[in-house]
């Protein structure tokens, strides 16, 4: 799967929606058993959801957006189908998030990519579903500082830290993906299934366990007043940085 949304392949509810039922077309498929994931957009993987979307909307706008956030997470993450994250550009917060959510990482060796969950830095909170995922990469100790201080990590960081598992120049990323690919995929399937739900089974039922309280907490979260206030100063730097 090629993500092209530019300029920065933001998370919409629109892109959110279609990467969902592209997943469960796929999942569907009796023919598919792995996906690579990946962006056709340059130097960019994915900028993490849409920011305009959490702005001066409806609270059902707000609902309807978590419900499709929430869906892409579970699906990807509770996939039966081996995930690869080809990551070939940077990949903030829910672009980070799809990536620790696949099987495996591989991130082109760019210093200038950079990768990590930095709610922090907008003034947000990753919920406790991404902060679950993160955890069971890195481990509790390199999720807790990283979070708090809402880092990016640099590619060559990012290895070292664990976020990503290898490090390729970017014009060998989609062989390397491949290669990784075949190497999963010469396991029985049911084998590897059951040992993947093994692993994420306990993060998976505590969302599906919670969804509706999650849904609740996100819309009073971002319905603040001084929320919508780091949003939109977050928003005007993005914008002035360009200028
Ligand atoms: C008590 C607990 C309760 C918990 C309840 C839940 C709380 C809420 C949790 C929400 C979790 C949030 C997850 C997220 O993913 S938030 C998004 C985080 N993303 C970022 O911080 C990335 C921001 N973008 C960048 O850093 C750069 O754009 C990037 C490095 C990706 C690319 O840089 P480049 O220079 O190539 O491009 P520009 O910066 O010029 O961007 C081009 C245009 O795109 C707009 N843009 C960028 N990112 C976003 C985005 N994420 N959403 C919307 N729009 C975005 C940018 O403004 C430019 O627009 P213009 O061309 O119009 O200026």
């Known amino acids: 799967m090629k993500f092209k ?42 900028s993490g959801l849409d920011i305009t979307e959490m702005c001066g909307k ?9 419900r499709a956030v929430q869906e892409m997470w579970l699906r990807l993450y509770g996939s039966n189908m081996v995930t690869v994250a080809a990551v070939n550009g940077s990949s903030p917060a829910g672009g980070c998030l799809i990536a620790l959510s696949c ?22 909170v990753a919920p406790f579903w991404f902060k679950d995922t993160f955890v069971n990469v890195v481990g509790h100790r390199i999720a807790e500082r990283s979070l708090q201080l809402g ?8 290895q070292r830290l664990g976020l990503v598992d290898e490090l390729v120049p970017e014009e060998k990323l989609m062989e390397k993906a491949a290669a990784v690919m075949a190497q999963w995929l010469a396991l029985p399937d049911h084998a590897r299934q059951l040992t993947k739900t093994m692993m994420r089974k306990a993060v998976l039922d505590r969302l599906v366990a919670h969804r509706e309280e999650d849904i609740k907490n996100f819309i009073t979260f971002v319905s603040k007043e001084s929320i919508q206030k780091s949003l939109r100063m977050y928003m005007e730097m993005l914008k002035k940085r360009k200028s």
């Open 103 to 124: 099987d495996y990482r591989i991130m082109a060796e760019n210093p200038k990519f950079s990768i990590g969950l930095n709610e922090a830095q907008l003034g947000i």
């Open 5 to 46: 949304s530019p300029p920065v392949n933001s998370l919409s509810l629109e892109f959110l929606t279609e990467f969902s039922i592209g997943l469960e077309k796929l999942e569907n498929n009796r023919a598919c058993r792995g996906v690579i994931i990946t962006s056709a957009v340059p130097k960019i993987f994915s």
């Open 151 to 158: 880092s990016l990590h640099p590619a060559p960081e990012a």
């Open 58 to 66: 409806s609270v059902e706008h707000y609902g309807e957006f978590w």
